[in-house]
């Protein structure tokens, strides 16, 4: 539950087999709004996409989130660096650049770490935009500093650094997208940050699949169904055919009751519970194989 500047919004959370939706209701006549359908009618890059169904007079909101999870629930468990909050950062500020261009309005932007969503695989935000949100993008950015300061890696000096730094500038100064821009713009001399991460290998040649697989944070599904996060095109394999995960710095595979089953080092796997993964393993999903590996990568901070 959130409230906005009006009465009391409530956003829940609804799931069918292949997609995750945000919900929220409003008034009607608020969903035909200029600013909405923009967001219908354009896949705008930085938001969660939208549909809308109209129900006695009301309008329900469905944002889908099938990949994501929120800023805050994933930074409790994952902590977070400066890779991260730079990241953050960028996807708001490229949203308010793309959202004036689409007459979307900064009070409706959702910015609270509880509905703010990241994606951990492709390291991308995704903001909702709910016209009835009405609340100033100031305070919001104060609330969500003040978030990403609670869990800050503070053995990670550039990350400190950073966050700290853009905590300052907003009590200094206020939001102003002028400043926050120059004060990012200051922090490129970290063009590239290397951290190490876990990925599948292909270990066969079959076209059409993918041949390495990145894992990040949150839940990644895999299958040929259209909602899962790493798609698999292969008859083969189920609809959503199992999950992977990383915990603690370690990689999971959930096997989702597939009729094909997934084997770790050539053993099926029991359905429905994690199993540790460790670097050199493999796993097969049916009969597609994959070595698992761990090594560093540069991200860059474009």
Not at 36 to 61: E, H, S
Not at 89 to 106: D, M, N, P, T
Not at 114 to 126: E, S, T, V
């Amino acid at each position: 539950m959130e409230r906005g500047q009006g009465s009391a919004i409530s956003f829940s959370i609804e799931k069918n087999s292949e997609k995750a939706f945000l919900i929220a209701e409003g008034e009607e006549e608020r969903a035909e709004g200029t600013d909405i359908k923009m967001l219908l009618y354009n896949r705008i890059p930085g938001f969660l996409p939208l549909t809308i169904r109209l129900v006695d007079g009301k309008a329900r909101y469905c944002y889908e989130i099938q990949g994501m999870v929120p800023l805050g629930e994933f930074v409790e468990t994952q902590k977070a660096d400066f890779t991260l909050e730079y990241s953050v950062y960028q996807g708001i500020l490229e949203a308010l650049q793309r959202g004036r261009e689409y007459f979307l309005k900064e009070e409706n932007y959702v910015l609270h770490p509880d509905f703010f969503y990241w994606n951990p695989w492709k390291r991308q935000a995704a903001i909702c935009y709910y016209p009835e949100w009405n609340r100033g993008i100031e305070g919001q950015m104060r609330e969500l500093t003040q978030c990403l300061m609670e869990h800050a890696i503070h053995s990670e000096k550039s990350g400190v650094e950073f966050i700290y730094g853009m905590y300052d500038l907003l009590e200094r100064e206020g939001f102003w997208l002028d400043n926050v821009i120059s004060y990012m713009q200051g922090k490129k001399e970290r063009e590239q940050v290397v951290e190490e991460g876990w990925q599948l290998y292909r270990t066969e040649g079959c076209t059409g699949l993918p041949e390495k697989i990145e894992v990040e944070g949150a839940e990644l599904t895999i299958g040929r169904g259209e909602g899962c996060d790493i798609l698999l095109p292969a008859e083969q394999i189920s609809r959503r055919h199992a999950k992977l995960v990383i915990r603690d710095g370690n990689l999971y595979v959930w096997d989702c009751r597939s009729t094909n089953g997934t084997c770790l080092n050539q053993k099926k796997i029991s359905a429905s519970q994690w199993i540790l993964c460790k670097s050199g393993d493999t796993l097969t999903f049916a009969d597609i194989c994959y070595r698992v590996g761990r090594g560093s990568k540069p991200i860059s901070l474009s």
